[in-house]
């Protein structure tokens, strides 16, 4: 019984050897060699049969894992089907010793570990092989205010030869930083002791968003280069990682001495450019005119540029635009700029002061509080034609500019010099009206009578083409709807009440000024228009509103002109005192 009792415990003793030879062989792990150089590398495998996702993770303490790849084998011998799944890894020393590639598990398996031992190089040949390949780099700095530039420069160098691996590194990535590339990698052939090298220079912009410490981290570039036979080396290619340093710099807060009511900006150099799209001294009344301010910050990028905040006096109607922000890089590093458009209409003739312009910054160059400014400029505003006299001097008496009255001691001085300059500007008016109609009629008379021979035929064309015309435009306007289009909307309408009553684009906007109702009708339009981003505007019921009210205006023209006769400077109001006035649209 004994005898029986112990045979029966060697055969269970038996299986459970198999069945742990049969699971460990379930998930097994090896390696192409287990003694290698600090240069060279390892190809691990992972063989399972059975389906899963590894976790190499714990490998990336001791090795550093260049590439991986995976295949299914299947086979079949003398009927007996076998099938498995490679995990194929390339994997780099970090360190030199005895490493060890610790257990791999999947799902409820767990691999062998293996033993890798990994011999330093001998010196010189280290030296050798970071003579090929090696890194340099620079700052401008080794302390820099709080989102000021910082020029980060670093250069690689592989002798003829290397071979690199994959693409060089890329831009930085700094914690609590934003970083703009100002030059791209461009390999030029350059010569160091009289060895040609390959350099690929890169250059970038930081600009630190927070005071303190800021890490510029290593970047790192791998290849392999061909070495002659060595003591210790069989010689041939052999794998080369080169490393650059990482680099700490000092961030420094805002300055005490800065103005704390000011925005920072922190610059290099800082200039504003002031441009009108006509001399402001050919300035007319009701005509507008385009002022482009643009701000341009050395050594920063322009989306810490401050709004300007212009301010105009009361005699100018001012509408801003969406500034546009941007910037473009040199050698010396980056330039923001920032652009501020404003369409501008003159309110009354004469002189009007516009007051000047100032930015507050911060030179980094000279360590001090400086100011950008465009002076104040006095600007002569003629009368316009198509105004009546009477309604530009009755705008100067009662919107008076009050930036001219900023010194009490010259106040009746400049008034009398208004009232002189209005006064010359009435009887050119006057001359103009009289005189420029009674030269071109002279010469309508003259060409008239030269092709009166085909009057006749311009006459036909024109009665004929002007219908057809307004017919279109009035197309164009009732297609808004579709668009959404605040700005479109103001063209249409202006091209096609232009057509409709025959007279020029700049006339009619004058005569729908002189009504009240479609005064307020195109101010509001115009305060849809040049709304900021935070301003709710109700842009389908203003063109719904403006369309509608075009409608009623064409069919009581026309129906006008059928009873009565019109005078050729009278434009009925384009929206009548009625429903709208209690539109939301119009609502302050």
């Known amino acids: 019984m004994s005898a029986a009792f112990r045979l029966l415990c060697y055969l269970i003793f038996l299986c459970g050897q198999m069945i742990s030879q049969y ?20 190809e691990f495998t992972l063989r399972a049969s059975s389906q899963g996702d590894p976790d190499f993770s714990v490998l ?24 498995w799944i490679d995990w194929n890894l390339t994997l780099e020393p970090l360190t030199t010793g005895e490493l060890t590639i610790p257990t791999i598990r999947l799902n409820s398996e767990s691999s062998n570990p293996i033993k890798i031992q990994v011999n330093a190089l001998d010196p010189k040949l280290r030296a050798a092989i970071q003579s090929l390949v090696f890194f340099e780099t620079d700052v401008s700095a080794n302390s820099v205010y709080v989102q000021a530039q910082l020029i980060f420069t670093r250069k690689l160098y592989y002798a003829r030869g290397a071979q690199l691996y994959g693409e060089t590194p890329g831009s930085p990535e700094i914690k609590n930083a934003v970083v703009r590339t100002i030059t791209a990698a461009s390999p030029v052939a350059v010569d160091i002791s009289g060895r040609p090298y390959t350099l690929i220079e890169q250059k970038y912009a930081i600009f630190p968003e927070r005071s303190g410490q800021l890490i510029i981290p290593a970047s790192a570039a791998s290849g392999n280069v061909r070495l ?54 050919n300035l007319i009344v009701g005509i507008p005119v385009t002022r482009t301010v643009m701000v341009q910050a050395r050594a920063s990028v322009g989306s810490i540029i401050p709004p300007l905040q212009l301010k105009f006096p009361q005699a100018l109607r001012a509408y801003p635009q969406a500034p546009e922000i941007s910037e473009h890089s040199a050698l010396y590093g980056l330039t923001g700029l920032r652009k501020e458009e404003y369409s501008i209409s003159a309110q009354r003739s004469g002189s009007i002061n516009i007051p000047a312009i100032e930015l507050t ?46 010194q009490p001691e010259q106040t009746t001085k400049e ?30 008379i003259l060409v008239g009578w030269y092709f009166s021979g085909f009057s006749s035929i311009r006459k036909a064309f024109s009665a004929k083409s002007k219908p057809a015309l307004e017919r279109k ?61 935070l301003d709710k505007v109700d842009t389908t ?26 005078t050729q400077n009278t434009l009925p109001a384009l929206f009548p005192v009625g429903p709208l006035q209690h539109s939301t649209f119009l609502a302050k």
Not at 70 to 81: A, D, K, L
Not at 261 to 273: G, H, R, Y
Not at 419 to 440: D, G, K
């Open 228 to 281: 002659r036979a060595q003591p210790g080396f069989v010689g041939g290619r052999t794998r080369i990682r080169a490393v650059s340093e990482s680099l700490e710099i000092t961030v420094k807060p805002i300055p005490a001495s800065y103005p704390s009511s000011m925005p920072w900006l922190p610059a290099s150099e800082v200039n504003i450019v002031d441009a009108w799209s006509d001399q402001p001294e």
């Open 361 to 406: 910054w911060w030179d980094t160059d000279t360590d001090e509080v400086k100011i950008a400014r465009i002076p104040e400029q006095k600007i002569q505003v003629a009368l316009n034609p198509a105004v009546p006299v009477s309604r530009t001097a009755e705008e100067s008496t009662s919107t008076p500019d009050p930036e001219v009255s900023t």
């Open 415 to 444: 008034t009398e010099n208004d009232l002189v300059e209005t006064a010359l500007n009435t009887w050119r008016s006057i001359l103009a009206q009289v005189y420029i109609p009674v030269l071109l009629l002279i010469g309508l």
């Open 60 to 83: 990336e303490e001791q090795f550093r894992i260049l590439g991986s790849r995976t295949n299914s084998q299947y086979q079949s011998i003398n009927g007996r089907v076998s099938s």
């Open 473 to 533: 435009l009035f197309k164009q306007l009732e297609s808004v709807i579709h668009q959404q289009d605040l700005k479109l909307l103001k063209t249409r309408l202006t091209e096609w009440l232009s057509v409709f009553h025959d007279m020029p684009q700049y006339a009619v906007l004058q005569k729908l000024d002189e009504d009240d109702v479609s005064h307020q009708l195109i101010a509001a339009l115009n305060r849809g228009i040049y709304a900021s981003s």
């Open 541 to 566: 019921q203003i063109i719904a509103d403006v369309v509608q009210r075009a409608k009623e205006h064409r069919k009581n023209r026309r129906l006008a002109k059928s009873s009565a006769a019109r």
């Open 23 to 42: 699971a460990s062989a379930d998930l097994q792990a090896f390696v192409d060699r287990s003694t290698i150089l600090e240069s060279q590398t390892i």
